[in-house]
């Protein structure tokens, strides 16, 4: 046990109740709200958006944006596709975002595996890719009109040129 001396009783010491400040108003330009982020969701990672901000009983918003999301305490309703709905605080949110994107912003997806291909009109035939240079036969080689279905791990499925898979 210490004793007090007549100098610890400073401005904002630990005895002293906080000061309650007020949560930040809804704002059009707010980031988090209609974001889109992949979750893990037991062995499986889900899609969900972010539809609200949560409230409290008397319909005020929860929480105070900060510049630095760590410090961001506002909460928000994330809807996934079936349907369920979770309450997430803003710096999980800015986490999972900044998690699937790229040095360039870009999203960034885990590819699971290839289920399906196809060809459109715009590939070539066999014959075409057959081609005689200086007396050589070989094959000319492209992959225009070629797509590969490609299942991701948050489980979505997309058809994508094989040019941008290779």
Request: glycine content about 6%; aromatic content about 6%.
């Amino acid at each position: 046990m210490f004793d007090k001396y007549e100098d610890d009783e400073v401005e904002g010491t630990p005895d002293e109740p906080l000061e309650e400040l007020e949560p930040t108003p809804d704002l059009s330009t707010d980031v988090y709200l209609n974001a889109s982020i992949v979750l893990p969701r037991g062995e499986k990672l889900a899609q969900g958006k972010v539809v609200r901000r949560k409230r409290d009983v008397d319909g005020n918003p929860i929480g105070r944006e900060n510049q630095n999301p760590i410090l961001d305490t506002r909460r928000y309703d994330v809807e996934f596709e079936d349907g369920e709905e979770t309450e997430l605080t803003a710096n999980v949110i800015a986490e999972r975002m900044y998690a699937q994107c790229d040095g360039n912003g870009n999203d960034l997806l885990l590819l699971d595996s290839f289920v399906d291909y196809r060809k459109s009109e715009r590939a070539m035939s066999l014959q075409d890719q057959q081609l005689t240079v200086n007396g050589k036969a070989c094959m000319k080689r492209s992959t225009a009109g070629w797509e590969i279905c490609v299942l991701w791990k948050d489980e979505s499925t997309t058809w994508e040129k094989l040019s941008d898979l290779k």
